[in-house]
């Protein structure tokens, strides 16, 4: 039998869905297009080709489990404009970035099926948000946006601590802060590595969200409406 008294979840495609799952170049259609600024590119096509320079030199100085912010990717695109003065690529640069977060925003939403779990849960456990996000509170921003920011104790983002799953640390930073033991934890997320085989390493209970069913072998739910069940099963 296993006893926890903190469930911690990933947040996108776990928590927040997307209306449409954007492939790589999305990213950058999402900062480009309505921007006003489209004109200091030819084509969406250049502003393509130095998003891939500008991730590219960025990551350069990171290592794979240091987290960067979106902002630093539109800093190195603008590097290559030497025409434009400092107060013109930070105008620019501002255009891009919250043009990028209002379409990205405007593809999240959360279920109704997840919004109830959640609350059922948040009188028994001590929630808690451990994601992946590379803007500064825009996963606070998500959820509050959705009505259920309140419902967890504390959110830990990669951008907030510095550091990406399934780095270790990202882990042992959230379970440092709220002074918490690995045993005493269930994690939940749809990524087998960040969010079920790491966890568990790190001596976490956790349940996969499976939405296409390919470890059925693992302890997994296939959507929230199986949370309250599983979790029963388990503890």
């Known amino acids: 039998m296993k006893t926890f008294k903190y469930i911690f979840f990933d947040c996108m495609e776990t928590i927040v869905d997307l209306y449409q799952l954007p492939t790589y170049s999305d990213y950058a259609r999402w900062m480009f ?3 006003g600024v489209e004109h200091h590119w030819k084509s969406f096509e250049e502003f393509f080709y130095y998003y891939n320079k500008g991730k590219s030199d ?6 794979d489990e240091k987290e960067y912010e979106v902002f630093e990717i539109i800093q190195h695109i603008l590097k290559n404009k030497k025409t434009l003065n400092a107060i013109q690529k930070k105008d620019i640069a501002n255009a891009l970035y919250e043009n990028y977060w209002k379409t990205y925003t405007s593809q999240c939403y959360v ?3 997840v919004k109830k779990a959640l609350m059922d849960l948040s009188k028994k456990y001590t929630l808690v948000v451990v994601s992946n996000f590379k803007i500064s509170n825009g996963i606070e921003e998500l959820l509050h946006a959705n009505g259920i920011k309140d419902l967890f104790s504390e959110i830990f983002t990669s951008i907030n601590c510095g550091w990406r799953k399934p780095s270790k640390k990202i882990y042992q930073y959230a379970m440092d802060k709220i002074q918490c033991k690995p045993e005493s934890v269930l994690f939940i997320g749809d990524d087998y590595i960040n969010d079920y085989f790491t966890p568990k390493a790190l001596g976490m209970v956790a349940i996969l969200l499976d939405k296409e069913q390919k470890h059925t072998n693992l302890t997994s739910i296939k959507n929230f409406t199986e949370l309250n069940e599983k979790i029963k099963s388990l503890s």
Do not use: K
Request: proline fraction near 0%; charged fraction near 35%.
């Open 33 to 35: 297009y309505d921007s």
């Open 58 to 63: 960025l990551l350069e100085h990171y290592t």
């Open 111 to 113: 279920r109704d099926t």
